[in-house]
């Protein structure tokens, strides 16, 4: 089992930033790509950023130039680094994994996700 566990949420002023975490555990596992997806209420769950393990990089064009993705391979963690904050990026933050595992023999691959962390953006 994987596990994955955001921390970094809270309330920010417009114009304000913050940095999210996430860190992935577990044993005999490997990580290909990790991102970040958030979803507000009454809305569709959104792509915000992704890392490929090849340090490829993708994001929203709603926050193309504010936010940036990175990760830290050694220690199987992505953040996210907010910048300029909107109102309109109030939601909840998800950490995703792509999970390759030897399942009963099998190699697996399969997409992990966190429990979320709350970002909310008000004056």
């Known amino acids: 089992q994987v596990q994955l566990v955001e921390s970094g949420g809270g309330l920010v002023q417009p114009g304000g930033s913050l940095r999210l975490s996430c860190a992935a555990s577990?044993?005999?596992?490997?990580?290909?790509?990790m991102g970040w997806y958030r979803q507000a209420p009454g809305k569709q769950r959104e792509l915000v950023a992704t890392?490929?393990?090849?340090?490829?990089?993708k994001y929203a064009d709603s926050v193309k130039g504010r936010f940036t993705i990175s990760r830290d391979y050694a220690k199987n963690t992505v953040f996210l680094q907010m910048n300029s904050l909107k109102p309109e990026d109030t939601a909840v933050y998800y950490c995703?994994?792509?999970?390759?595992?030897?399942?009963?023999?099998?190699?697996?691959?399969?997409?992990?996700w966190g429990q979320g962390t709350q970002v909310t953006v008000s004056s």
């Open positions: 995703n994994a792509d999970v390759n595992m030897a399942v009963d023999g099998i190699w697996t691959s399969f997409g992990s």
């Open positions: 890392m490929s393990g090849g340090d490829g990089t």
């Open positions: 577990g044993s005999s596992f490997s990580i290909n790509g």
